[in-house]
Each structure stands twice: as C-alpha cells, then as structure tokens.
C-alpha cells in the first residue's frame, strides 16, 4: 500500500541480541513539524510523553485481552471504537480537547463506555485503574512513567 502520508519500511535488520532496526524512507521533517507547517492546533506542551503513555494504555489492555482494544478500520471509526471503550469526552473530563474537536467541526460519537473489568476479566483491579488512568482523555491528567510507577499494579 502506498501513500503520501504513510513511510516505506525499507528494512528490518535484527542484531544477534535480537534488537530489531527499522529503515523507514527518508522523510524531512518529524511529524511535530508537520503538524506545524499544517496549521493544526495544537501546542508543544499538548504533542508530548502524555500521548505515549495513553498508547502504554491501551498496549497494557491488549496484552490482558490478546486483542486490539480499539480497532477501527479508517479513523472515524478508530474514535468509535475509543468513545464506545473509554466513554464520549465531556466537558468536565476534556475541555481542551472538545474545543479542538469544534474547530476542526469534528464532534465526538455520544457513547457510554464500557466496564473494562468485562473486557479483560484476567486483569486485576489495580491493573484496570492503571489502565484507565493512561488512558484518561485529558493527557495533563494522565501519569507521568514516575507517576504511573507508584501505582499499586507494579507493586502488588
């Protein structure tokens, strides 16, 4: 599959201590200045750790489920399925991100979320909390990896 906005993997080379290298094609500027050049809205505090962490989330969901937590085939219903798994964003858990969704004239779906413990039924309860922290809408509420640490699931 080709696409403008999509890399080549070019190569995968594999180490003898079995660290793996991805060649990508060449692209010539990150994707922090694309978003620049593109005008869209949002700030260096908001393209931060914080997105990584929300992906720690839902990588910590999927290796209790051994499935995709949400699987969208196009991203229209990539946010489907992230509003009908974490809940719709309100104006009490997102502002911020409910007033970029209007200038971009998107609106979330309307959906209640899920009991993620009926997702996963192997997690325990301290890895749902976990879980669910990481994957908070507001990114300036989710943990830090320091914060995230302390959390009861690495030390029970």
């Given at each position: 599959m080709?696409?403008?906005n999509i890399l080549s993997?070019?190569?995968v080379i594999r180490e003898r201590d079995n660290s793996l290298f991805f060649v990508l094609e060449f692209m010539k500027c990150d994707l922090l200045q694309v978003l620049r050049l593109r005008g869209k809205p949002?700030?260096?505090s908001e393209v931060s750790f914080k997105v990584d962490m929300r992906a720690i989330g839902a990588i910590m969901a999927e290796l209790f489920m051994f499935k995709p937590l949400f699987l969208g085939r196009n991203?229209?219903?990539q946010m489907l399925k992230i509003c009908s798994v974490s809940d719709s964003p309100t104006l009490e858990s997102w502002l911020r991100g409910?007033?970029?969704a209007g200038c971009l004239n998107y609106q979330f779906p309307q959906l209640p979320g899920v009991n993620l413990s009926s997702m996963m039924p192997s997690a325990?309860?301290?890895a749902i909390s976990l879980i669910k922290s990481l994957c908070l809408w507001n990114p300036n509420k989710r943990p830090s990896v320091s914060e995230a640490s302390t959390y009861p699931f690495f030390h029970a």
């Amino acid at each position: 599959m080709r696409h403008h906005n999509i890399l080549s993997l070019k190569e995968v080379i594999r180490e003898r201590d079995n660290s793996l290298f991805f060649v990508l094609e060449f692209m010539k500027c990150d994707l922090l200045q694309v978003l620049r050049l593109r005008g869209k809205p949002f700030s260096d505090s908001e393209v931060s750790f914080k997105v990584d962490m929300r992906a720690i989330g839902a990588i910590m969901a999927e290796l209790f489920m051994f499935k995709p937590l949400f699987l969208g085939r196009n991203l229209f219903d990539q946010m489907l399925k992230i509003c009908s798994v974490s809940d719709s964003p309100t104006l009490e858990s997102w502002l911020r991100g409910l007033s970029l969704a209007g200038c971009l004239n998107y609106q979330f779906p309307q959906l209640p979320g899920v009991n993620l413990s009926s997702m996963m039924p192997s997690a325990s309860w301290n890895a749902i909390s976990l879980i669910k922290s990481l994957c908070l809408w507001n990114p300036n509420k989710r943990p830090s990896v320091s914060e995230a640490s302390t959390y009861p699931f690495f030390h029970a």
